[in-house]
Nanobody, 125 residues
């Protein structure tokens, strides 16, 4: 599975961005998907995850109520709608996919098998 993230950019605080992650090579319909982010010098941080059938979704406390993860299995894509952005949301955002585990350890990066290349999100104050 190859994942390609896009949609990042520069936005003012309070604005919105929509990240997309396109999968190729294999359908990700049976994979759980997640979004993580990372800033220089820090570990990769969990943002959001969603089950393969959409039966569960989890969010980091820092983004709950502002971000929404969605998936379109027919189009083999995963999206992250980010609203009310804050400067502390600035990071490189990565999409990821994994098979198995169910909803356990959804926030642990090492449980994900496939990663996109990352897209930069910069929120100015």
């Amino acid at each position: 599975v190859q994942l390609q993230a896009s949609g990042g950019g520069l936005v003012q605080a309070g604005g919105s961005l929509r990240l997309s992650c396109a999968a190729s090579g294999r359908t990700i319909g049976s994979y759980a998907v997640g979004w993580f982010r990372q800033v220089p010098g820090k570990e990769r941080e969990f943002v959001a995850a969603r089950g393969w059938s959409g039966d569960w979704s989890y969010y980091a406390d820092s983004v709950k109520g502002r971000f929404t993860i969605s998936r379109d299995n027919a189009k083999n894509t995963v999206n992250l709608q980010m609203n009310s952005l804050k400067p502390e949301d600035t990071a490189v955002y990565y999409c990821a996919a994994r098979w198995g585990f169910g909803s356990s350890q959804f926030s642990v990066p090492s449980t994900y098998d496939y990663w996109g290349q990352g897209t930069q999100v910069t929120v100015s104050s």
